[in-house]
């Protein structure tokens, strides 16, 4: 503790002395004067109390849980504290802070004239500094100086040495004892106090240097606790001098055994303890989660932009981080434990951490919107990375969700969903058929590449003995034939095609694909082949869209928030619409059980492109779609049952242009796959509905073609002449 200067010592025998002369003049009026005229004055001045004073809104950290409502993921702080009540404080934590701090606590009104004058003699006499500061007076100070609704200057008015504010303090705490009980007072004392080494409060400081609940505190370590609140830092055995904390131990224990709260013998055997600590560094933020759960810190900055976008914990974006940071909520994610450990450990099987590749893999809830989980082989953090990796190993940025400048990557084929959805809700059912030709000539304008046929854009099949010839949308989906879908994308009108990827929350959020999106996406021809970036967790969704028959979720973080009092907030609720026919999304679930290996209702699947899905999942009903972006720079996959959609993207988040290959494709898939195996386990096995015959059709009549009118001229006709205009 610093020494005090020949001028505070000048100055605390002044205000001391001020303060003796007013308590020895009111202590010479009669006693029954003296009560009333206290009474009434306490009474009168409750109401004009500060309302900080009246309901206290002290700052509190935040914690935020698994789904599982235990799992601690982390805490936001600005204040390291929560509030407990009385009850989970152990009665000699109770015992020792009036001990040492108020010992006539129980017998004062908020005021000890007897202390005061104590105080005065000990600065006189002893060179001390000590104000005579109740219990009460203490917690005025406390709450005055770290109110939030106070200004800078107000709240370091609450701690100046001069007279004007020490009889206010008086005042106040008087009020204070005149309308609430001693224990309240002491309860709320003991949540504000300061204990040193960023601790304040009693729950704060048993687990900072205790790692345990204050109900569970011993006798020995109490004392050391309330022999802290007189110089926090001077005598933290964290952060200061241990030695001076044990020294005041021993002051606090003989308090007790003098006011006959402990035994002479217990205060003897408490004071023979050695000095145990086992503190505890309380996780501040996403950047703290633990690393035994690493990626769970991609998940907490999901939450944390989601919060600061919700209008109900504050008019702007600083009082919604102000809220998270200081309101005291408890948060209970939808973050599942097994399912994120389970994503974790695919993202990495595929990928380490010092790869510039990445995997960034997201789980969604179908019918909710819940994110179950969320992971990339990345450590999240603020760690500095090796000369030339820019965000590897270690990185804030939001690779799984996108935002702050992350559009997220090409996802292929996976976009042929929105073009089927489109086509079976314009009436067209899945048996409607063509003659996939190896390249297809567009009426869209191409470069001079390989795209090109005679200057318009004509896209290729990957594998033509395969994927070429007749095919409907069962198996144009399971075998992933891009002419099929591109036609099918012109019948339909690809603005069409946009429009329902958008309505099922893809997201542009890179500024060509937006400004395709709003002005030219009628003459999108390539959407359907999954130009446009995205994130694995918008796909997830989307798919899980089209899981819960047509339901759309907006993506929910959340499943309940609770306030400090026990009151929950309406924010844990999912926000969900119908965007889509029932009938038209089990169609396309039919469809998408071709890719992987399972068959349709109508048995129309013949081969698909994730057929060792259905191997990992021993059969369960699984639906899902593959995609390969031009070149194999990225590579894709979606599965969803019933009860969870997964999507996983490999790509170089940092350089487009370097092509993870075609090669990864079968362990993304495999990655993918195994995190719904996990997200199912132990649950029923749910069968998927089969669709009407309205939108079945029938599968046995003949090709469709597309009438010259529809396009200008006929596709094949178009593929003929170019092949023999080129030799």
């Not at 010992?103 to 005579?132: C, I, K, P, W």
């Not at 705490?173 to 309308?179: G, H, I, P, V, Y």
């Not at 191409?446 to 003995?465: F, I, K, M, T, Y």
């Not at 409907?472 to 009108?493: I, K, P």
């Amino acid at each position: 503790m610093a020494t005090p200067t020949p001028l505070s010592r000048l100055f605390t025998v002044l205000l001391t002395g001020v303060l003796a002369g007013l308590v020895l003049a009111v202590a010479a009026l009669p006693g029954n004067l003296l009560l009333g005229f206290a009474a009434r004055a306490a009474l009168g001045n409750y109401a004009a109390l500060p309302e900080a004073l009246r309901t206290p809104a002290t700052p509190q950290r935040s914690y935020l849980y698994a789904s599982d409502g235990t799992t601690l993921i982390t805490t936001f702080y600005d204040v390291n504290r929560t509030d407990v009540p009385l009850t989970e404080i152990a009665p000699v934590m109770r015992q020792a802070i009036v001990a040492a701090e108020d010992r006539r606590f129980y017998d004062h009104g908020g005021v000890d004239l007897r202390g005061m004058l104590r105080a005065l003699v000990s600065n006189v006499t002893e060179g001390t500094e000590q104000g005579g500061s109740t219990l009460t007076m203490q917690y005025v100070r406390n709450v005055l100086k770290t109110d939030p609704g106070r200004t800078a200057e107000e709240r370091a008015a609450a701690t100046e040495q001069t007279v004007v504010r020490k009889l206010q303090e008086i005042r106040y705490a008087n009020a204070l004892e005149q309308r609430l009980g001693k224990d309240e007072i002491l309860n709320r004392y003991l949540n504000i106090a300061y204990f040193g080494s960023g601790a304040y409060g009693i729950a704060a400081a048993s687990q900072r240097y205790f790692s345990k609940a204050p109900a569970e505190l011993t006798l020995a370590e109490a004392a050391l606790l309330a022999g802290l609140v007189q110089a926090p830092e001077a005598y933290s055995p964290i952060d200061g001098d241990a030695d001076a904390a044990l020294t005041r131990r021993g002051y606090v224990l003989d308090a007790m055994a003098e006011t006959g709260a402990i035994t002479a013998e217990q205060a003897a055997r408490a004071r023979a303890e050695e000095l145990t600590l086992d503190p505890s560094e309380q996780a501040n933020g996403c950047a703290a989660t633990a690393s035994a759960r690493d990626g769970w810190g991609f998940f907490c900055d999901y939450l944390r932009r989601w919060w600061i976008a919700q209008p109900q914990f504050g008019d702007t974006v600083a009082e919604r981080e102000q809220a998270l940071r200081r309101g005291g909520y408890t948060v209970v994610t939808t973050l599942d434990p097994k399912i994120q450990a389970a994503a974790q450990q695919q993202a990495t099987s595929v990928y380490g951490y010092d790869n510039p590749r990445a995997l960034p893999i997201a789980a969604v809830q179908p019918g909710t919107g819940r994110v179950l989980a969320m992971a990339v082989n990345r450590h999240y953090g603020l760690d500095a990375n090796p000369d030339g990796q820019a965000n590897y190993p270690n990185t804030v940025n939001p690779l799984i969700s996108g935002g702050g400048g992350v559009a997220g990557y090409q996802a292929g084929s996976t976009f042929k969903l929105f073009t089927m959805l489109a086509a079976l809700e314009s009436g067209r059912p899945l048996s409607t058929g063509f003659d996939a030709p190896s390249r297809l000539p567009t009426r869209y304008p191409a470069g001079d590449d390989d795209s090109s046929c005679a200057g318009r854009w004509c896209p290729a099949n990957a594998n033509p003995q395969w994927m070429d010839g007749y095919r409907m949308m069962w198996d144009g989906f399971g075998r992933s034939v891009n002419t099929y879908f591109v036609w099918l994308a012109e019948q339909v009108g690809q603005d069409k095609v946009v429009e329902m990827a958008q309505r099922l929350g893809i997201t542009f959020r890179a500024e060509s694909d937006a400004d395709f999106a709003e002005h030219d996406a009628a003459d999108w021809g390539a959407f359907t082949l999954g130009v446009a970036a995205t994130t694995p967790l918008d796909l997830a969704n989307a798919y899980a869209t089209v899981a819960a028959e047509g339901t759309y979720c907006t993506p929910l973080p959340v499943i309940s928030v609770t306030a400090p009092d026990g009151g929950r907030l309406p924010v844990g609720d999912p926000s969900c619409q119908r965007v889509l026919d029932a009938d038209v999304a089990r169609a396309a679930t039919d469809a998408a059980r071709c890719p992987v290996g399972q068959q349709s209702a109508f048995g129309q699947c013949n081969g698909g492109t994730a057929t060792a899905v259905n191997r990992i999942l021993d059969g369960r009903p699984v639906a899902g779609k593959t995609g390969s972006s031009d070149g194999a720079a990225t590579e894709s996959f979606v599965g969803y049952t019933p009860q969870v959609a997964v999507a996983g993207i490999a790509a170089n988040p940092d350089d487009p242009t370097d092509l993870v290959g075609s090669a990864v494709q079968a362990r993304v898939i495999d990655a993918v796959a195994r995190i719904i195996d996990t997200a199912v386990d132990g649950q029923p096995e749910q069968a998927f509905t089969p669709p009407s015959r309205a939108l079945v059709g029938d599968p046995r009549r003949p090709v469709e073609r597309t009438p010259a009118t529809d396009r200008g001229t006929d596709p094949l006709s178009d593929l003929r002449r170019w092949l023999r205009d080129r030799g």
